[in-house]
């Protein structure tokens, strides 16, 4: 008889961080439930993952969305449940200031970021405290401890999801549901920066410019795997990680060469 695969649902799965966490856990053996909004990128990614050890199931589901997030677990529920949950599903939009602050990117920036994984944690939780094991990651954001300027909506979406990961942590222990928080500094991906300067590829680029080695997708992808993968009494709380080049918020070294 085949062992039953650890299984995990896996949001912002269509593009990025989401994307590299949930191949790496396929590659790791589990089965996944992959759930973003884009379903041709669903489509993409489970053909990416065809041949790797485990199993991808993909789900268009869009976390901003009550009706939706409740359909995403009948779907989960009706094809075994999971015991691990990655919230991984966020973004920024906008770099202005809060004089200049625009609401509608704000009110995004919170829906996205911290009631999409309250949607999500809400409607599973009763699952995995059924399983007795379960576990629970949220990908914040070193913007959730740290202030910059130019920062403050993105500050405030990930400070409430910051506090909110600790809040669950300690109601959810006499549950023995782990709850793991990890805390990227710069990463660079394809779709992050351009949407934050809202498809202004040249400042996009900017974000990155001189920067030797940011943080990739895979990075934390990696680091995100590797937490839900150790044995279950063991639980990395806080995982923060930068590129070497980014020894704080505010010091970011840009001293290479960008090539032409």
């Known amino acids: 008889m085949t062992a039953e695969l650890p299984a995990a649902l896996v949001t912002g799965a269509t593009s990025g961080i989401g994307r590299a966490t949930a191949v790496q856990l396929v590659r790791n053996g589990w089965k996944v439930f992959a759930v973003g909004r884009r379903r041709n990128n669903l489509e993409s990614l489970a053909t990416d ?12 589901a869009d976390v901003t969305d009550d009706a939706s997030v409740t359909a995403l677990y009948d779907t989960v529920e009706a094809q075994g449940g999971v015991d691990t949950v990655l919230n991984i599903a966020g973004g920024a939009v906008g770099a202005e200031p809060i004089a200049e602050a625009d609401l509608a990117d704000w009110e995004w920036m919170i829906d996205t970021n911290v009631l999409g994984s309250l949607r999500v944690i809400k409607q599973f939780l ?13 990908l914040t954001s070193t913007a959730g401890v740290v202030a910059y300027e130019g920062g403050a909506g993105y500050n405030a979406a990930k400070f409430g999801q910051h506090a909110m990961t600790g809040a669950l942590r300690l109601e959810e222990a006499e549950h023995n549901i782990r709850v793991i928080e990890v805390l990227p500094g710069l990463v660079k991906t394809d779709e992050f920066a351009l949407k934050r300067m809202r498809g202004d590829a040249s400042k996009a680029a900017d974000v990155y410019a001189g920067v030797d080695k940011p943080l990739t997708a895979e990075d934390v992808a990696d680091v995100c795997a ?6 279950h009494h063991i639980n990395l709380d806080e995982i923060v990680m930068r590129p070497v080049k980014q020894a704080a918020q505010h010091k970011l070294i840009r001293d290479a060469q960008d090539s032409a």
């Open 49 to 60: 993952c065809q041949d790797l050890s485990g199993l991808l199931i993909p789900v268009a």
């Open 126 to 138: 009763p699952m995995l405290r059924a399983h007795g094991a379960g576990t629970i990651l949220n």
């Open 226 to 231: 590797y937490a839900v993968n150790l044995p």
